[in-house]
């Protein structure tokens, strides 16, 4: 490869670590300057405030999977609907296996959303607050990946984009690295090769997988670090 593994230093302490994807971009770039030029081209990492419960937010996971959005946009309303608008693990055990098929729901599908309600019911899967706020990314990956339909990426952009965590790094993610290859010149990266490649980044890896989406999405955009 032509560059070696990212300049990024050490963040401040966990005292002063900050706690949002913005004020983490600002520590990195302050670290590393391929960062701070995808700061400059792209601006501080946006992400839309989650609106839905935790569970309703991994059951529209699941909907979407493998699916065109227009057609799982569908499924998702007639889901919604056929749950009376409260998506919970009790509402969703309650509907008959006929039901879930009038909304669109494949078998496996059917079975993945009602895995992940028993196992949210019987504490295999925590999702209250509390409960998560005990746990490290590795074990709320751990705990998601027992229910059935739900892999390690769709966990990782549930810590990233629902629980806003700030070290997630999804080295699986074909745009993750793709983007690590533009941003820093270098031929796309496997999975493996992209893995240590992150850890200078951390405790702060959710806003380099932020920006190498930004750089995979547009790549015309992205500095070139050979420049700076």
């Known amino acids: 490869m032509a560059r070696d593994a990212p300049a990024a230093a050490r963040g401040p302490g966990p005292a002063g670590r900050p ?7 600002r520590v990195v770039a302050a670290r590393d300057p391929v960062v701070a030029g995808l700061v400059d081209a792209f601006g501080l990492p946006r992400l839309s405030r989650p609106v839905r419960t935790h569970f309703a937010a991994l ?4 909907v979407y999977q493998q699916l065109a959005g227009a057609a799982a946009s569908t499924i998702h309303r007639r889901l919604t609907e056929a749950l009376g608008g409260e ?6 055990l309650a509907l008959a296996p006929e039901q879930l098929r009038a909304a669109g729901m494949s078998g ?3 079975a993945s959303v009602c895995d992940l309600a028993v196992k949210v019911l019987d504490g295999t899967v925590v999702l209250d607050p ?3 706020a005990r746990e490290g990314d590795e074990e709320v990956i751990e705990r998601l990946t027992t229910v059935r339909g739900i892999g390690r990426w769709t966990a990782e952009m549930f810590l990233l984009f629902q629980l806003r965590r700030l070290d997630v790094w999804p080295t699986g993610d074909l745009g993750v690295r793709r983007g690590y290859g533009v941003a820093w010149a270098l031929p796309m990266p496997s999975a493996r090769e992209l893995q240590p490649l992150g850890d200078g ?3 702060y890896r959710s806003v380099v997988a932020w920006y190498c989406w930004r750089a995979a999405e547009q790549p015309g955009e992205a500095p070139s670090p050979v420049t700076r």
């Open 201 to 203: 980044f951390r405790p």
């Open 130 to 132: 509390r409960g998560l």
């Open 87 to 92: 998506v919970t693990p009790e509402t969703m």
């Open 108 to 110: 496996n599908k059917a």
């Open 19 to 25: 706690r949002t994807l913005s004020g983490a971009a």
């Open 59 to 62: 059951v529209e996971s699941i």
